[in-house]
């Protein structure tokens, strides 16, 4: 995956949030959204710690990879370090500031042609522990979107979790997909897709499975587009993805699949009925029908009448 040397970043859509060391009380997370491995909400409970752990990227990102538990990102100095796609390109950070650029400039902008308003999402990094208008949350969660406040959460470990504890190849476009699907979250949001969502929805049917798929099909979506999504300057920040990156991202689907994570962190027995999420090759298909098509229109997962795979 390769920037634009001459594109323009936006830091301002990453924000710095606090934490604490300490748990939490209250709260539902994520209410009727949820995140891409939000599952691990479940089986946190059986699993102890099952995303702690060593490890560590192939490159860590600077800045951001700093963070202690409880810190907070300084996004001044992302601003002042991230400016165009030669950064992105030179620093992990920067990377995640232009895939964030790029996924809302797609969804800003097919909003605009539908007659309706986009309203920019931050993504807010952290380590440890967050507060939220959804409840606490901890790095245990995994990445995930409140509609409370419709801001994407990213604890910076998942991503090196994801390969070291979830067994993924990773990547800088893995990263793009992950933060492509919360901001699926938050079009659904905006759309009003996910009040069909209810509480403790679950099963291989459910609307909890519906709304986790049809995100990473508007995550396949936005990569379909996304070398063709210009900045303010009239550039596209994205100029290449390879298919190397497109078998990495999938291979991260089937890694996050309800079923693969149930029958390896989960002590081996897949139950479907709390299916959440959707199995592996169900996450993959949607990341791929999104992909192929371009088309938003196709990610309608909640047709009774279609195969969710």
Known sequence: MRFNDDADLDASQVEEVGGSGGGFGGGALAAGGGGLAVVAVVLYFVVSHFLGGGGHLPVSPPGLDQLASGQQTDDQALARECRTGADANRRDDCALVASINSIQGYWSDVFHKSGRAYHTAPTKFFRGSVRTACGGATSDVGPFYCPGDSDVYIDLDFFRELQTKFGAQGGRFVEAYVLAHE???????????????????????????????????????????????????????????????????????????????????????????????????????????????????????????????
């Open 183 to 309: 901001y699926g979250h938050h079009v659904q949001n905006l759309l009003g897709t996910t009040s069909r969502v209810r509480a403790g929805d679950s099963g291989p049917t459910s609307a909890s499975v519906r709304l986790e798929l049809q995100a990473d099909c508007y995550a396949g979506v936005w990569a379909n587009h996304a070398t063709t999504v210009p900045t303010k300057s009239g550039k596209p920040l994205i100029s290449d993805i390879s298919q190397d990156d497109v078998r990495r991202a999938l291979d991260a689907a089937a890694h996050i699949g309800d079923d693969y994570i149930q029958s390896h962190l989960g002590g081996g027995r897949v139950d479907e009925s709390r299916y959440t999420h959707g199995t592996s090759s169900q996450r993959e298909k949607w990341f791929t029908t999104g992909l192929k098509t371009g088309s938003p229109s196709k990610c309608d997962t909640f047709d009774p009448h279609v195969s969710l795979g």
